[in-house]
């Protein structure tokens, strides 16, 4: 649900949240938990592409993938 907001609390660890704000040079919390969120979605998203790879459910190769993400990428 891109672009929806939801407000919540949860308890985080303060050593982390501050390490993570550092190393994203985030300004705010939000901004480095939606920075956490959104990496966390695309590796997720990344892990079942590599699975599916292969496994006759993707109907691609790997080498195909690169050719076509080349092409994509370079018309932007």
Do not use: P, Q
Not at 16 to 25: G, Q, S, Y
């Amino acid at each position: 649900m891109a672009g929806t907001k939801t407000r919540l609390s949860v308890a985080l660890d303060h050593g982390a949240l501050a390490e993570a704000m550092r190393l994203t040079r985030s300004r705010t919390k939000r901004e480095t938990i939606a920075k956490a969120l959104d990496e966390l979605v695309k590796a997720e998203r990344r892990k079942a592409l590599a699975n599916a790879l292969g496994t006759g459910i993707f109907g691609t190769t790997e080498a195909e993938l690169r050719r076509w993400r080349r092409r994509t990428h370079a018309r932007r």
